[in-house]
């Protein structure tokens, strides 16, 4: 089974950028439909963006037009560029394989 850990979160100011990585072990990984999520206290879990395994991309309305969903099977990872932050993109951001397995997830901060 794969197993996916993130990196790359961080603290940015408002209209910043960050790059979030996901990477993945095992040899499979190009199978998977990958998405990033993101969690705050208190709130339902909120879909960032979809990759399948044939590229096709979905975003959340919050984020389109601002974030970037990107992969590379060669590399087992998965990236999420993240341009023009805003404070509530403050969360705790996932990466999930085919809705069945998830990372430990990376804190992104974003102050006003």
């Known amino acids: 089974q794969v197993q996916l850990v993130e990196s790359g979160g961080g603290l940015v100011q408002a209209g910043g950028s960050l790059r979030l990585s996901c990477a993945a072990s095992?040899?499979?990984?190009?199978?998977?439909?990958m998405a990033w999520y993101r969690r705050v206290p208190g709130k339902m879990d909120e879909m960032v963006a979809v990759?399948?395994?044939?590229?096709?991309?979905t975003y959340g309305s919050a984020v389109r037009g601002r974030f970037t969903i990107l992969r590379d099977n060669a590399k087992r990872t998965l990236y999420l560029q993240m341009d023009s932050l805003k404070p509530e993109d403050t969360a705790v951001y996932y990466c999930?394989?085919?809705?069945?397995?998830w990372g430990p997830g990376t804190q992104v901060t974003v102050s006003a």
């Open positions: 999930n394989a085919d809705m069945k397995v």
């Open positions: 095992g040899r499979t990984f190009s199978r998977y439909a």
């Open positions: 990759i399948s395994e044939y590229r096709g991309i």
